[in-house]
């Protein structure tokens, strides 16, 4: 199981010193939303820079008509991140004509397809989908399996379920990780550790139990300790 840092802080600068701050660690980072918003290409940059070792995770959530997402995917290839993420729910077409574009690259970045948010409960999910989170995580890890795709993002809880319908080499990718039963936030389906490593997960994504930690390399190093 691996460990992936999300990059969620206000400016550049907190980023780049939280970086700095866990340089040493065999981690991925993760960039979001308001971070490749903010700072673009050059921050994918300035954390090379940091260290050249780090594997970044493009979090972007690609949703879109299928020539669209195929055309960002393709341009994500020229970014040189390790990982990028698309939503389940753009459908199957959406899916193939993203992998179907990538074909022709060798290295292409690993391709995991959100499934359930971790922000969501039962209630609320039903209100959108129509569905359980179960068994609706499960249809969607089927539809990106079938696709292609590497592998799912989906809350430790459903983790298991969808290797056994799939494959245990899929990989699942888990947000919502409160190592030691931290504050949950907006999340709603939290886990922890022992958890997510019971459901085979193979990496789990942290952001705030890391980066408003008053010692942020601390943290880092006890969950690589006790993964
Ligand atoms: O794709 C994601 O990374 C993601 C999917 C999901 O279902 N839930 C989820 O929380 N995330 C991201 O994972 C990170 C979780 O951050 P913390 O809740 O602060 O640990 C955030 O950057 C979210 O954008």
Redesign the pocket.
């Given at each position: 199981m691996q460990l992936c840092v999300?990059l969620?802080l206000p400016t550049k600068e907190e980023n780049l010193d939280l970086v700095h701050k866990i340089k040493e660690y065999d981690i991925w980072l993760?960039v979001?939303?308001r971070s490749y918003i903010r700072d673009g290409e050059e921050f994918l940059r300035d954390i090379k820079k940091i260290n050249p070792d780090f594997k970044i995770?493009l979090?972007l959530?690609l949703y879109d008509i299928p020539n669209t997402m195929a055309d960002a995917a393709e341009s994500i290839m020229g970014l040189g991140v390790d990982m990028f993420?698309v939503h389940a729910s753009a459908g199957k077409r959406a899916m193939q004509e993203v992998m179907d574009r990538l074909k022709k690259y060798e290295n292409r970045p690993i391709v995991l397809a959100?499934t359930?948010?971790?922000?969501f409960n039962e209630d609320e999910f039903a209100k959108v989908y129509e569905a359980s989170i179960a068994q609706k995580a499960d249809q969607f890890a089927k539809d990106a399996y079938e696709s292609g795709l590497d592998g799912v993002?989906?809350?430790a809880y459903e983790s298991a379920s969808i290797k056994n319908i799939t494959n245990k080499d899929f990989m699942t990718?888990t947000?919502?990780?409160?190592p030691f039963g931290e504050d949950a936030?907006?999340?709603q389906r939290v886990a922890d550790v022992a958890y997510a490593k019971s459901a085979y997960v193979d990496f789990i994504?942290?952001?705030?139990?890391i980066?408003k930690s008053d010692d942020p390399a601390l943290v880092v190093e006890k969950i690589l300790q006790s993964l």
């Open positions: 999300a969620d993760k979001g939303l995770f979090d959530k993420n959100v359930a948010l971790t922000s993002v989906c809350s990718l947000p919502g990780i409160r936030g907006d999340q994504v942290v952001g705030r139990p980066y």
